[in-house]
């Protein structure tokens, strides 16, 4: 089962593929806010792609998503999907890791994603990375960079 938390909240009840890292294993899930019926762990349960399972924000704006690590990790890929297919928006992400136990962060990718419901509305990456060491990994979402109230979404995350 998933270790999770509500950064900022008490600590929450317990709510792969080959060489995907088993996080549920290996890690504690903190998370800004999550709807019901779209949790966090929506995004390790392997039901990805257009129209899978996902992670819905409870609260609009940006968001924060941590894998705090039991021990230091080694991480080659990171692998992302995200869909949008009701609203047309820009969303901006951020990926980076710790080595110091969530002391300090290094950036290692920030990119934007342009959802139209009548034209992209699916997203996925596939990123190489090489970093040793890793105590946490952080993405920080930023649902809408024109402003307007919306919550940001994930389908899936794939750490290798």
């Known amino acids: 089962m998933l270790r999770k938390q509500l950064l900022g909240l008490p600590p929450d009840a317990p709510a792969a593929a080959a060489g995907q890292k ?3 294993s290996i890690a504690t899930v903190l998370m ?12 390790f349960d392997g039901r990805g792609g ?3 399972s996902r992670w819905v924000a409870a609260e609009p704006g940006e968001q924060t998503v ?31 890791v710790s080595r110091d ?13 342009t959802f139209s419901p ?14 040793d060491g890793i105590t ?10 024109g402003d307007r109230t919306r919550r940001a979404t994930l389908t899936s995350l794939v750490v290798r």
């Open 50 to 52: 257009p129209g899978g």
């Open 118 to 131: 009548s034209g992209a509305t699916f997203e996925r990456e596939r990123w190489s990375v090489s970093v």
């Open 66 to 96: 941590v894998l705090a690590f039991d021990t230091p990790q080694t991480i080659r890929t990171i692998g992302l999907e995200v869909e949008e297919r009701e609203a047309g928006r820009t969303q901006e992400l951020q990926v980076a």
């Open 22 to 24: 088993d996080i549920a």
């Open 32 to 43: 800004t806010s999550e709807v019901a019926d779209h949790p966090i762990e929506n995004l």
């Open 101 to 113: 136990g969530g002391r300090t962060y290094e950036e290692l990718i920030r990119q934007e994603y």
């Open 136 to 145: 946490h990994l952080r993405l920080v979402i930023k649902p809408d960079k």
